[in-house]
């Protein structure tokens, strides 16, 4: 699910109930992991208020922070007594490679004995720049770094330690079709000319980012 937080306003909301838990949901998830981007600068406020929407079956496992990037993972409180070897990690993609404002952020954890890794990322901007986008994905593939991880599964970057991997966030990845086409595909429930257009599909299919995604 996406949402967008409105970086001009200084106040954090106190409850996000739309957000988390929309009208067609029934139940409370097990888990919960948010991602955001250019985020407000109030994250504890923003930790604060995920906490008091999904109310005390729910604890805060980790959370981490890049810049504006974020990163924090919710869970049910009786799934702490089964997860283990919970770490996180940052990257940054930004000017330099040391800049800020660009890059990832990372929290892996192991469940009854399935490790899984969550990496929500903020990627170089404009349509023109596909080959830096692919770039920033390989640097943050490869530049993932838990040191604490069982020596005994490291290889050439964490995607290949872990049972499960979810790679979310805004990628910045454009959709080149004109607005005429975009419309008549949206108004006419059918999105297969928007995904030909869609410049992430392209290069995963081309293997050029993302790979085994």
Not at 98 to 120: Q, Y
Not at 134 to 149: H, K, M, P, Q, V
Request: net charge negative; with cysteine; proline share 3%.
């Amino acid at each position: 699910k996406q949402w967008y937080q409105r970086r001009v306003r200084e106040e954090v909301p106190i409850l996000v109930d739309d957000f988390l838990m929309p009208a067609e949901c029934e139940l409370l998830q097990d888990m919960y992991v948010i991602g955001t981007q250019e985020c407000s600068p109030h994250r504890r406020e923003w930790e604060v208020a995920v906490q008091a929407t999904l109310g005390p079956t729910h604890v805060l496992v980790r959370s981490e922070s890049l810049g504006d990037i974020h990163l924090m993972i919710l869970v049910r409180r009786e799934m702490i007594w089964i997860m283990r070897d919970v770490q996180s990690c940052t990257v940054a993609c930004g000017a330099g490679g040391v800049m800020r404002n660009k890059g990832a952020v990372a929290i892996v954890l192991t469940v009854f004995g399935t490790s899984i890794l969550f990496v929500t990322a903020h990627l170089r901007a404009h349509a023109s720049k596909v080959k830096e986008r692919n770039y920033e994905t390989e640097r943050i593939a490869s530049s993932l770094d838990f040191s604490r991880y069982p020596k005994e599964r490291q290889h050439n970057d964490i995607f290949d330690k872990v049972d499960c991997a979810f790679w979310f966030g805004d990628l910045n990845y454009r959709n080149t079709c004109d607005r005429q086409t975009a419309e008549d595909s949206i108004s006419r429930d059918d999105l297969q000319p928007l995904l030909e257009c869609d410049q992430l599909t392209q290069q995963v299919r081309e293997k050029q980012t993302l790979t085994g995604f």
